[in-house]
């Protein structure tokens, strides 16, 4: 138990909901019932479905788990961060965070907007260097649309 409140899990609910999501991808529902044994119809389902939630919401705040953003059925699943941390659990690190836009995309961004608007003012003094401030920027515009489009595809997978 130790070793688990140092991945950050604050209580033995968080650690069953946790092992339950080693199996696959479950609902908020599908957990209840399986952890508790009760069905939707049964008298307190309610209340250990919050309690469920809550801890889910927990767990997500942490990095731990998430669900995909649309959709009608939104099961929960373990995150690359959680399965890291499960797996090395002696040499967990307090404070590592996963990033889903990774520092050098952040660059490109910034490099993007720069050439876009040093183009732009260019375009309106000199027209020679506009056209290669142009191909810069629909160049680097590309690279930066395709490393978005990969990390929102991130997200919500």
Same mark, same amino acid.
């Given at each position: 138990?130790? #070793?688990?409140? &140092? ?33 939707? #119809? #049964? ?10 939630? &809550? ?6 705040? &942490? ?14 699943? +373990? ?5 890291? &941390? !499960?797996?090395?659990? #002696? ?14 995309? !952040? ?5 993007? !907007? ?16 506009? +056209?290669?401030? =142009?191909? =810069? ?14 990390? !929102? ?5």
């Amino acid at each position: 138990m130790e #070793d688990l409140a &140092k991945a950050e899990m604050s209580n033995i609910r968080q650690v069953q909901i946790v092992r339950e999501l080693l199996g696959g991808r479950r609902t908020v529902t599908e957990l209840v019932e399986s952890l508790y044994g009760l069905s939707q #119809d #049964d008298p307190g389902f309610s209340t250990h479905y919050s309690q469920v939630q &809550k801890e889910l919401r927990e767990l997500g705040s &942490k990095g731990f788990v998430s669900r995909r953003p649309f959709g009608r059925n939104k099961p929960y699943r +373990l995150t690359q961060l959680a399965v890291a &941390k !499960l797996t090395m659990i #002696d040499g967990v690190r307090r404070g590592y965070a996963s990033r889903v836009v990774p520092g050098i995309d !952040l660059v490109l961004y910034v490099v993007v !907007l720069i050439v876009g608007s040093a183009g732009a003012w260019l375009a309106v003094r000199w027209e020679t260097p506009f +056209l290669v401030m =142009a191909f =810069a920027f629909v160049f680097l515009g590309g690279m930066a649309f395709c490393r978005f489009v990969e990390a !929102l595809w991130r997200v919500v997978s």
